[in-house]
C-alpha cells in the first residue's frame, strides 16, 4: 500500500477514527527499520502513512531515532509531503505556553546524529537555506490561524541534543541570539527529507518556557500541556489532509537536481543500490 502524505509525531496527534481501511506496514530500509511499524490508511481519495517518531510507547529518545531509516521508509511509500508534529519549549515570551509555531528557520546544536544519506562513495550538496517547504508552511498557518488557535507563523527552532533539557546558560544564550523555539527532534529529519526530495513542515506546539524564564520547566508540565496540544495538532492535521496538493513546483521536489557531485562512474555500485529509492532517477 502507497501513501502520498505522511504524518510523523506521538502517537497522541493520531486519531484512528480520521483513517479508512487502515492496516500496519512493516518496512525495512538499507539503514534499518524505521521507529515502529506505519500505519496507512485512506483520508477520502488521499493515502495517509502515520508514523510515531519515538515509537509506540515512546520508547526511543530524541537523539537514538534512525532518522535515516524513517525518512527512507516513507519515501519507499511514495510519500510526498510530511507533517511533523513536535512538543518545543519558547524562547520569548510572547511565544506562551500552548501555543503554535510555524517555524522556518532551523539551528543546529545537534552533535551525534547521523544527518546524510549520502556516505560510502558518494557526496552530494543540497540545498537547505529554507528548510522548511514554504509550501507547506503556508497551508498550515493558513489553517491553523482560521481555527482559531494562537499561531506564530515564523519563527527560529533550535535543535539541540538532548535528551536532558538545556542549562540555564544555555538557555540564555539561545535567547540572546534571537532564537524562538528549542525542541530536539527536527533535525535531522528535515535535512533528510530535502534529501529524499519530500515536502517537510512542522506544527511546534510550545509545552513550557525554557530554564531563561523564572519559571522552572517540569517534565510533569511538559507531558501536561504536549497532551492538551494533541487535540490542536490532530484538529489541524485533518483540515490540513484534504488541502494539499501532490503537484508540487518548490524546491523540495528535485533537490537532488545537480546536488550530486561524485563522478557515476565512481560511485560503488552497493551504495547506489542502497540509494536507489532516492538516487535512481538521476543514475
Request: charged content about 25%; overall charge negative.
Amino acid at each position: 500500500m502507497q501513501a502520498d502524505i505522511a504524518v510523523i509525531g506521538g502517537t497522541g496527534v493520531y486519531d484512528t477514527a480520521m483513517l479508512d481501511n487502515v492496516q500496519e506496514v512493516e518496512i525495512d530500509t538499507p539503514f534499518g527499520k524505521p521507529s515502529d511499524a506505519i500505519t496507512i490508511g485512506s483520508f477520502g481519495e488521499i493515502n495517509v502513512a502515520f508514523l510515531p517518531r519515538h515509537g509506540k510507547g515512546h520508547r526511543i529518545s530524541p537523539g537514538k531515532l534512525n532518522s535515516r531509516a524513517n525518512i527512507l521508509a516513507l519515501k519507499k511509500l511514495g510519500v510526498k509531503r510530511i507533517i511533523s508534529a513536535s512538543a518545543v519549549g519558547s524562547l520569548k515570551l510572547e511565544h506562551k505556553p500552548l501555543d503554535i509555531v510555524i517555524p522556518d528557520q532551523i539551528f543546529d546544536r545537534t552533535r551525534l546524529r547521523d544527518s546524510t544519506f549520502f556516505e560510502d562513495g558518494i557526496v552530494a550538496h543540497i540545498g537547505f537555506a529554507d528548510p522548511f517547504c514554504p509550501d507547506m508552511s503556508s497551508m498550515i498557518a493558513g489553517i491553523t490561524r482560521d481555527l482559531g488557535y494562537s499561531i506564530h507563523e515564523k519563527g527560529t527552532y533550535v535543535c539541540m541534543e538532548g535528551p536532558q533539557f538545556s542549562t540555564r546558560a544555555e538557555s540564555k544564550v539561545y535567547q540572546s541570539l534571537g532564537f524562538d523555539i528549542i525542541g530536539m527532534t527536527a533535525l535531522p529529519e528535515a535535512k533528510l527529507a530535502r534529501e529524499a526530495e519530500i515536502c517537510y513542515g512542522m506544527i511546534a506546539t510550545v509545552t513550557d518556557y525554557d530554564v531563561w524564564h523564572e519559571t522552572d520547566v517540569s517534565i510533569e508540565t511538559v507531558i501536561s500541556n504536549a497532551i492538551k496540544n494533541e487535540e490542536a495538532v490532530r484538529k489541524i492535521i485533518k483540515e490540513a489532509i484534504p488541502r494539499i496538493s501532490l503537484e508540487r513546483n518548490c524546491v523540495c521536489s528535485n533537490a537532488l537536481a545537480g546536488a550530486i557531485v561524485t563522478s557515476p562512474d565512481k560511485i560503488p555500485v552497493e551504495t547506489k543500490r542502497k540509494l536507489n529509492d532516492l538516487i535512481g532517477k538521476y543514475s
